[in-house]
Antibody
Framework: EVQLVQSGAEVKKPGESLEISCKGS????????IGWVRQMPGKGLEWMGI????????RYSPSFQGQVTISADKSISTAYLQWSNLKASDTAMYYC??????????????WGQGTLVTVSS | QSALTQPASVSGSPGQSITISCTGT?????????VSWYQQHPGKAPKLMIY???NRPSGVSDRFSGSKSGNTASLTISGLQAEDEADYYC??????????FGTGTKVTAL
């Protein structure tokens, strides 16, 4: 069974750093890209960026470039989303999702359960 | 990259058909047949309903169908059921090798 299991909810203060994770199982982790999607409270989905765990090739949305870092450790089938200086505006639910690493496939077929990040002083 | 434009809400009576539009540009929706649709129930993760404009993943009801004309894609739900009440988001691959989501549509079965 394909699963993307994300790390648990986090409560942080402004200025702190944070790393959340997304562990894939039930499939070949290096055969799929992992994307990250933000959903602010009561708002829509926003694409943040994507990583190919096979070689760690990464692309970011211009809106998130420089604001977050996406990484992956293929040895443990896990992708990460990292902040070095959290802001209150980073409060949101964050989802990971996989996209098959084949030309012509540009949809996300499995999603993680989401990680709620709350940033408050 | 601006979000694709969707109506904020669409409603219909059970059994009726409804259509949700998703308008982009020639750099995304109009330029590629890589439009997908996602269903999101409250408090849940999104679920893929349609990919590549009109293809349904295994397990998705054939009451859901997709199409595209020019810069506008559409999702049609036939025979609307109470369980279809959810938020729906379109998404497209873009000319800058990125992705863009729609603004989202809340579907209500009256």
């Amino acid at each position: 069974e394909v699963q993307l299991v994300q790390s648990g909810a986090e409560v942080k203060k402004p200025g702190e750093s944070l790393e959340i994770s997304c562990k894939g199982s039930g499939y070949s982790f290096t055969s799929y890209w992992i994307g990250w999607v933000r959903q602010m409270p009561g708002k829509g989905l926003e694409w943040m960026g994507i990583i190919y765990p096979y070689d760690s090739h990464t692309r970011y949305s211009p809106s998130f470039q420089g604001q977050v870092t996406i990484s992956a450790d293929k040895s443990i089938s896990t992708a990460y989303l990292q902040w070095s200086n959290l802001k209150a505006s980073d409060t949101a639910m964050y989802y990971c999702a996989r996209r098959r690493a084949v030309a012509g496939v540009y949809y996300f077929d499995y999603w993680g359960q989401g990680t709620l990040v709350t940033v408050s002083s | 990259q601006s979000a694709l434009t969707q109506p904020a809400s669409v409603s219909g009576s059970p059994g009726q058909s409804i259509t949700i539009s998703c308008t982009g540009t020639s750099s995304d929706v109009g330029g590629y047949n890589y439009v997908s649709w996602y269903q999101q129930h409250p408090g849940k993760a999104p679920k893929l309903m349609i990919y590549d404009v009109s293809n349904r993943p295994s397990g998705v009801s054939d009451r859901f169908s997709g199409s595209k004309s020019g810069n506008t894609a559409s999702l049609t739900i036939s025979g609307l059921q109470a369980e279809d009440e959810a938020d729906y988001y379109c998404s497209s691959y873009t000319s800058s090798s990125s992705y863009v989501f729609g603004t989202g549509t809340k579907v209500t079965a009256l």
